[in-house]
């Protein structure tokens, strides 16, 4: 087994990163990628280079550490791998590479492997480290003080929006290497994606969130609706027919409803849930593997660790707030497999009138309400790099389908846009202009000051001021917020005018200069740019500073 060279790549990396003095470095890698194959050539280049003391591997499903165990075995047969979990223990000197359940070794009064002093931990799925639950932290303060911590992941970005690394506050201190689902489909790794969507009329807009993501009990009660279920089932005969499919539910119940309504019209499907006995579940999966079945309905089971190529159709049936989770949902159709061209997801989608829905569109930052009509991800990503900075504008447009987002492409009328959005008018003092991901400002001065106020992986904004340095640019200042846009509007011109108080003549919205004649550069930049004299005469010196400063900026960027 060889590695592919983004994998070696990932390795490289992440050793990198343990000689600059990161302790605590964490992977991402979209699913299907091969996270556990990175961390196992890790721990064989780590033990050529003379590290001495096991590694440890921890996980928190059965699916993942036998998963883990297996790959060490195939790619360090000379390693012995050792399983630390219930009934399963270790003993000391017996093996090079241990495999451990948190929920055994992470227990606040366990002393499960207490003679270990291991040189390397690795976390796999490490979006739930820190989680209310102290397994995972107690694991982190055992084991990793003296040695090397690894977290890998599919998405940076856990369930109760709280950070992972340590400029949030969290347990890393940064991500060493990122290998999105994008690039991973672009770079023919995983299989292409087209997007559905099924709109439904049950209301959501009274269900409460929990920690980030629908309250389960009340999300559970609004979605188990056969009318729904059978809309969605129809919807599916009509798009993936035949096609081996994961269905995710808001719960058992919710997953059971699918199945009697599956089979009802002639599918072969079955259930699978946490409570099952571990011999049931294995044989429903290894029938789902085997193709003997065609729909495997599930609730939060078949989200990690479950390795299933020939799935080419994911029913999103569960609504989530969480992209983390939706992430890792449409990641079991991700996968390559002899025969299998796409990956087709169903989005089912209800009304609400509080919460931003997951979709296949999130992965792109596009409108989450979009309906890709079946195109590819990769369709709707070329579609939105055409937009160029003008894509900030799509809230404004909000288009509802694919076909309107390429009349969008069309209708933009960046002349008619190069004035701050109505949000900025209403709580900021500086002119700050919509860009693609969220808003900037230029602020002057001999070193080409600027402010970027984005979203981070969190939903949360995160304000980046920067500067030319010694001839390149450079971050001077970077503050996070919350997700409260006015606040975020505010906090950020305050911290702008803190930091340069003389970006004020330069960066209000009220500033003089802006009714001004454009100037005669502005104009020669304007026709370079392509646009006519008739045109340039219709600017004043603001709306000129506005496209010119849009096309610099979403290049940039």
């Not at 940076?156 to 290497?177: C, I, N, Q, T, Y």
């Not at 085997?290 to 159709?313: H, M, R, W, Y």
Request: overall charge neutral.
């Amino acid at each position: 087994m060889e590695p592919r060279a983004y994998q070696t790549e990932a390795v490289k990396a992440i050793l990198a990163a343990r000689l600059r003095g990161i302790r605590r470095a964490l992977l991402v890698m979209a699913t299907g990628c091969g996270k556990t194959q990175c961390f196992v050539w890790l721990i064989a280049r780590m033990r050529a280079e003379g590290e001495t003391r096991p590694a440890l591997i921890v996980a928190h499903r059965e699916e993942l550490l036998t998963q883990a165990a297996n790959r060490v075995r195939s790619i360090l047969p000379e390693a012995r791998v050792g399983i630390e979990r219930a009934e399963s223990r270790v003993e000391l000197g017996s093996a090079d590479v241990i495999v451990a359940s948190v929920q055994t070794i992470g227990a606040a009064r366990g002393g499960r492997l207490e003679w270990l002093a291991p040189g390397l931990v690795i976390i796999d799925e490490a979006h739930h480290v820190a989680q209310r639950a102290k397994s995972y932290m107690n694991v982190v303060e055992r084991f990793a003080g003296e040695c090397f911590l690894l977290g890998v992941t599919a998405t940076p970005k856990r369930l109760d929006r709280l950070s992972l690394h340590a400029k949030g506050g969290g347990v890393f201190e940064e991500v060493v290497f990122d290998y999105g689902i994008r690039k991973a489909i672009d770079d023919g790794w995983l299989c292409p994606l087209r997007g559905y969507r099924v709109q439904t009329k049950v209301d959501l807009s009274s269900v409460r969130t929990t920690a980030g993501d629908f309250n389960q009990a009340q999300l559970s009660d609004a979605v188990e609706d056969e009318d729904r279920t059978e809309d969605a089932v129809l919807h599916w005969q009509r798009l993936a027919a035949g096609r081996p499919t994961i269905a995710f539910g808001a719960s058992v119940a919710h997953a059971e409803q699918f199945v009697a309504a599956f089979r009802a019209h002639g599918v072969s499907a079955e259930s699978v849930d946490g409570s099952m006995d571990r011999d049931v579940r294995s044989a429903i999966l290894g029938r789902y593997l085997s193709g003997e079945t065609t729909v495997l309905a599930n609730c939060q089971i078949a989200t990690e660790g479950f390795d299933a190529p020939k799935t080419s159709c994911i029913l999103m049936a569960r609504p989530t707030q969480s992209w983390g989770l939706y992430v890792q949902c449409i990641g079991r159709g991700t996968r390559l497999a002899p025969g299998k061209e796409d990956c087709i997801i169903i989005d089912v989608v209800d009304l609400t009138t509080r919460h931003d829905l997951c979709s296949v569109p999130s992965i792109l930052d596009l409108p989450a309400g979009l309906d890709l009509e079946g195109r590819t991800l990769s369709e709707a990503a070329q579609a939105l790099e055409e937009l160029g900075a003008a894509a900030g504008f799509l809230k404004d447009y909000a288009p509802k389908t694919f076909s309107e987002l390429q009349t969008v492409l069309q209708q933009i009328d960046l002349f008619r846009r190069v004035e701050p959005a109505p949000e900025v008018r209403q709580v900021a003092r500086l002119a700050w202009l919509s860009v693609l991901g969220g808003y900037y400002v230029s602020c002057g001065g001999g070193d080409r000051r600027e402010a970027r106020l984005e979203r981070d992986a969190l939903g949360n904004w995160r304000l980046r001021l920067s500067a030319q340095v010694a001839g390149r640019r450079e971050v001077v200042d970077e503050t996070h917020w919350g997700q409260d846009t006015p606040r975020a509007l505010r906090a950020s011109d305050a911290a702008v005018l803190g930091r340069w108080p003389d970006a004020r003549w330069v960066a209000s919205i009220n500033a003089p200069w802006r009714k001004e004649p454009a100037s005669e550069r502005q104009r020669a930049t304007l026709r370079s740019f392509g646009y006519s004299d008739d045109v340039i005469a219709t600017l004043d010196k603001g709306a000129a500073c506005g496209i010119i400063t849009q096309r610099f900026a979403g290049a940039r960027r």
